[in-house]
């Protein structure tokens, strides 16, 4: 599920643009391992990306609580019923909670997201996620194992906003006349 769940917020980020392109959206499916064909078309990608803002209301929950009430609701308004899929004996049994092997492209994601998500919440009983508090980004990420609360996506927006909070203290130190 884990991988699943990085999928998600990979799928999130990449949806997340102004005008996201089919072949950089599949680009992201590859690389986490869906198999060919991947003919997404514009509209697929933006039935995909109203998903993906749904999706980006578990990101933003603080505590596990309010994620439980935001899965929830995807749960009980967009997916299906859970089910076993072999797809017709070409792939290993895995659980699906979209409407059939061949749902679009939108409901797919929003189903295993959400199962992905649930799974994550459900074992840690923390928020499965999280959203970069850097404000110039708009990402999300996958919150998981020990150590330090996370609050930004990557290293590079850690390191943006501790270079950014060190000129400003060292632009008010000399402000101040002090060093």
């Known amino acids: 599920m884990l991988a699943t769940a990085r999928r998600t917020a990979a799928l999130v980020n990449a949806l997340a643009g102004d005008r996201p392109d089919p072949a950089g959206v599949a680009a992201v499916l590859r690389a986490h391992g869906e198999a060919e064909p991947l003919d997404l078309t514009?509209?697929?990608?933006?039935?995909?990306?109203?998903?993906?803002?749904?999706?980006?209301?578990?990101?933003?929950?603080?505590h596990a609580d309010a994620a439980?009430?935001?899965?929830?609701?995807?749960l009980r308004e967009h997916t299906g019923p859970l089910r076993l899929t072999s797809h017709g004996g070409t792939t290993p049994w895995h659980p699906h909670l979209d409407h059939d092997d061949n749902a679009p492209w939108d409901e797919w994601l929003l189903a295993s997201s959400c199962m992905a998500l649930t799974v994550l919440l459900w074992d840690d009983q923390l928020p499965p996620g999280?959203?970069?508090?850097?404000p110039g980004c708009?990402?999300?990420f996958i919150t998981r194992g020990s150590g330090p609360e996370r609050r930004?996506?990557?290293r590079r927006c850690a390191t943006r906003e501790r270079v950014a909070a060190h000129r400003r203290s060292r632009a008010a130190r000399s402000a101040d006349g002090s060093r």
Do not use: I, K, P, Q
């Open 68 to 74: 439980a009430v935001v899965l929830n609701r995807l």
């Open 138 to 140: 708009r990402n999300v």
């Open 130 to 134: 999280g959203s970069c508090a850097s």
């Open 152 to 154: 930004y996506c990557s």
């Open 42 to 62: 514009g509209d697929d990608v933006t039935a995909m990306r109203a998903a993906a803002d749904l999706l980006r209301e578990v990101f933003a929950a603080e």
